[in-house]
């Protein structure tokens, strides 16, 4: 079991910026492979962003270059970095353990203007 809680999303202009954050709980957290995902109204939940207990890193192609995921061990948190935003990122973003079926909340991003 693991619990997670998302939250820093809003409405943010095109080319605006927002900083998301992910606090986990229930499980040690340094070992595991933590990801960003995100869902559009009508459109299929969409990995967005990989971050594995090493800290190596994957994207999206449609975020790569935008946005950054970066993790705090100590702190058992996770952090969704998204600048130059565009109308196409509106989404309710989730953040997940890999091999979980828990889900947060999640935290829904507007990017209009």
């Known amino acids: 079991q693991v619990q997670l809680v998302e939250s820093g999303g809003g409405l943010v202009q095109p080319g605006g910026s927002l900083r998301l954050s992910c606090a986990a709980s229930?499980?040690?957290?340094?070992?595991?492979?933590m990801e960003w995902y995100r869902q559009a109204p009508g459109k299929q939940r969409e990995l967005v962003a990989v971050i594995t207990g090493s800290g190596h890193t994957n994207y999206a192609n449609s975020v790569k270059g935008r946005f950054t995921i970066s993790r705090d061990n100590a702190e058992k948190l996770v952090y969704l970095q998204m600048n130059s935003l565009k109308p196409e990122d509106t989404a309710v973003y989730y953040c997940h353990r890999y091999s979980s079926t828990d889900w947060g909340q999640g935290t829904q991003v507007t990017v209009a203007s």
């Open positions: 229930g499980s040690i957290f340094s070992i595991y492979q």
